[in-house]
């Protein structure tokens, strides 16, 4: 854990800004708090914070748009923390360019290693060529994976889908995203694909298939690769 | 059906005297004059009477009164003209051979009187019984039909089939104000003419517009439906012209009847308009005195604890404890406010379901990962069946399902016992059951454990309740079935069963090994 890394949290609820402000502080974050859209957008650039947490019921402008605003030039992570707990809105943030979502109320631990996960996922550059989880290794150029040193044997598809997964580790990545990544523009809607695939490279990679800890099922909403 | 039809063509028969008839009369006579000529001469005119007369006779048969007297004219005519001497003239020279021409003519037209005379009589026997058959049969499918719509559903069918009329049923609200549309065609509105002409027939229970004397400047003509307590509301058809005779007679018995099923089911309507407001505002009631209650507890709980922690300085483990108090209300805060939006999702009859395909292992995980702690003093054993296939459900509302089912396990099972979970894919059904080895459910309550607000007699936790009713309510919008059950040797069992096909995973498109 990096103990410089600046936060900005972005929320109009004092009592969030606050309990945010505390636990984080604790845990060695430096913390900078807007209470509005417009001032979280001027300390965003002033700042250029690791991480922004954002709220999506703001007071003067609506959080989607601020994301979307944020996005244009503001490349590290973005947690969205909201009330909104519908399938439409987290999905909408996570395609504005969100890397997580969480609902309030919410465990200050599950922010937390979320927080770790997103900073930790952003210090990898996109172009790594080996990434390693644990006893995984995922060899971009190769197009290899290993598990205990030993090669997995996955397909093309298979492969594509764990990369792709790998190299945003840390970040849920929707459903509809990862269909038009891994199978293309005409498959967004066959979640049934996506759901094989996945329990079939659970079955490689995990431990316990049927209790992953490395592909993580975000409900309704898509997978999150993690540890 | 047959017996309408059959009738409907006797009809055709009896009353088509139309100009084919009377030309068809001028035909007979004429031809039998003809072929009778030669007959004439070799054994007398007055044979040739008689082939008339019997003409006359068989022709009144099934003719109406009309082409008969037609053809009684003509033949005694034909008769006179053609054969009694001296011929070619109407004269007639004996006197006997003018009073045969009388009794010819009088015989002839008796003929046909006596026998369209029976014919009438009849055509009203199958009149009548043609009538006694639709009333019959509008009778029956009406006390068939079951529930507003289904009535003037029937009742359109058997009025467009027995008059030839669309008609067009305008209801009232309950509160005697008519409606401005068609209860079954919300797209045929009235004009406001046509609705105060509507209007005017219902508080005045008369017909009205067209062929009435009141207001008859609208195309339709407006029947009231008056009831024996209520007037249900009015009838619209557009007639051709005004009903007399039996069809109006035939009309009005329609009326009645078609009144008194509408009137059986509008007041069948308003009792169920009031036993449901009775409901809900029993709901309303018992709703918010546990919520006050439910909601209370938690905050007594948190305003206690952290008073004390702010006031005064205690040890840490104190400390820990009262903290530890705050979490776990604020849980149940969390928990009470969930279950209230999942009850008002239900309520509001919104509630949608999206269906996709999911791996159910996902389902279990994030569940047991929520219930982490409440399953603890547990062991829960989950078997999932060898290749369980992916399964079609609204991921979000089966979780909320899962959730309360357990949840509600670990508020009745002893503490230490198993839980069981068992999940198969059997018959295009997935089948989940949760079993728990405690007491079981009362036996006298396991038919109500799912209605709002049941708690089990003498249960020890708090809530308000509608844990179960939501996890019926989730499941039926499922199309599926949740039970509950006493298993002898362990403890209640919930079973939830839903629909699901096995997912189209042949030909994985982009797939080389």
Same mark, same amino acid.
């Given at each position: 854990m990096s103990g410089t890394d600046t936060i900005l949290i972005i929320d109009d609820e004092l009592q969030i800004r606050r309990l945010l402000e505390i636990t984080l502080t604790a845990n060695g974050y430096k913390i900078i708090h807007a209470a509005t859209g417009k001032s979280g957008l001027v300390d965003a650039a002033t700042f250029n914070p690791s991480l922004i947490i954002l709220d999506l019921g703001l007071p003067d402008k609506d959080g989607h748009e601020i994301l979307k605003k944020l996005r244009e030039w503001y490349f590290k992570p973005v947690i969205i923390l909201s009330v909104r707990n519908s399938e439409e809105d987290i999905i909408r943030a996570l395609d504005n360019g969100a890397n997580d979502y969480l609902t309030k109320p919410f465990r200050s631990g599950e922010l937390l290693a979320r927080i770790r996960a997103a900073i930790r996922s952003s210090e990898?550059?996109?172009?790594?060529p080996l990434l390693t989880f644990g006893t995984l290794s995922i060899d971009m150029l190769n197009h290899v994976a290993r598990r205990d040193n030993e090669i997995l044997k996955l397909t093309a598809t298979e492969f594509s889908l764990l990369a792709l997964l790998a190299q945003n580790h840390g970040r849920v990545l929707t459903h509809q995203y990862i269909l038009k990544e891994?199978?293309?523009?005409?498959?967004?809607?066959?979640t049934q694909y996506l759901r094989v695939f996945i329990a079939q490279i659970r079955k490689k990679i995990e431990d316990n298939p049927s209790k992953p800890?490395?592909?993580i099922t975000e409900s309704g909403i898509g997978y999150r690769f993690g540890e | 059906m047959n017996i309408r039809k059959l009738t409907r063509e006797n009809r055709v028969i009896s009353f088509s005297s139309g100009i084919k008839n009377y030309f068809l009369s001028v035909m007979v006579i004429g031809l039998t004059a003809l072929l009778c000529s030669p007959l004439s001469n070799s054994q007398g005119y007055h044979l040739v009477s008689f082939i008339l007369l019997f003409m006359v006779s068989i022709l009144a048969t099934f003719m109406g009164i009309g082409p008969v007297f037609l053809a009684s004219a003509l033949s005694a005519l034909v008769w006179n003209y053609f054969? !009694? /001497? /001296? $011929?070619?003239?109407?004269? !007639?020279?004996k006197a006997e051979d003018i009073l045969m021409f009388g009794m010819f003519f009088i015989v002839a037209l008796l003929n046909g009187i006596f026998t369209t005379r029976v014919r009438r009589q009849e055509q009203l026997a199958v009149e009548r019984e043609r009538r006694t058959n639709a009333l019959f049969q509008l009778s029956g499918r009406l006390s068939g039909a079951s529930g507003m719509d289904e009535v003037l559903t029937v009742a359109i069918a058997e009025i467009k089939s027995h008059f030839s009329l669309e008609p067009f049923f305008i209801l009232q609200d309950g509160n005697k104000v008519l409606h401005?549309?068609?209860?079954?065609?919300?797209?045929?509105k009235l004009s406001p003419l046509e609705y105060q002409v509507a209007e005017w027939s219902f508080t005045h229970l008369k017909p009205a517009g067209a062929?009435?004397?009141?207001? /008859?400047?609208?195309e339709q003509t407006f029947f009231p439906l008056a009831? %024996?307590?209520? $007037?249900p509301g009015v009838l619209a058809v557009k007639l051709e012209k005004p009903l007399h005779g039996d069809q109006k007679v035939l009309w009005e018995t329609f009326l009645a009847q078609i009144t008194s099923a509408l009137e059986r089911e509008f007041l069948g309507e308003l009792a169920q308009k009031a036993r449901f407001l009775d409901e809900s505002d029993r709901l309303y009631k018992t709703l918010f005195s546990s919520i006050s209650h439910e909601l209370r507890i938690p905050v007594a709980t948190i305003m206690g604890a952290s008073d004390t922690l702010l006031n005064s300085a205690h040890p840490s483990e104190i400390q820990h404890v009262l903290m530890n108090e705050v979490f776990t209300a604020s849980l149940r805060l969390n928990r009470l406010i969930e279950n209230l939006l999942n009850m008002s999702r239900l309520e509001s009859g919104l509630l949608s379901v999206r269906l996709d395909w999911h791996d159910i292992n996902d389902l279990v995980n994030k569940v047991t990962e929520d219930l982490r702690d409440e399953l603890r003093p547990y062991t829960l054993v989950v078997s999932v069946q060898e290749n369980m296939p992916l399964v079609r459900i609204d991921f979000g509302l089966m979780e909320q399902v899962l959730y309360n089912l357990l949840y509600n396990t670990t508020q009745y099972a002893p503490v230490a016992s198993e839980i069981h979970l068992d999940i198969r894919h059997e018959g295009g059904r997935l089948i989940m059951q949760v079993t728990d080895s405690? /007491?079981?459910?009362p036996e006298e309550d396991l038919p109500k454990?799912? %209605?709002?607000?049941y708690r089990a007699e003498g249960s020890l936790t708090g809530g308000l309740g509608l844990g179960l009713s939501i996890v019926r309510g989730f499941v039926e919008a499922h199309n599926g079935q949740v039970t509950a059950e006493n298993i002898t040797g362990e403890g209640a069992r919930f079973s939830l069963l839903i629909p699901s096909e096995n997912p189209d995973i042949e030909n994985l498109p982009f797939e080389k090994s």
């Open positions: 990898i550059k996109p172009d790594e891994v199978w293309g523009h005409g498959y967004i809607e066959q800890t490395l592909l | 054969f !009694i /001497p /001296p $011929n070619l003239t109407f004269h !007639i020279d401005t549309a068609g209860r079954l065609r919300k797209d045929r062929h009435t004397t009141t207001l /008859p400047e609208t009831g %024996s307590q209520v $007037n405690g /007491p079981g459910l454990v799912f %209605s709002k607000f």
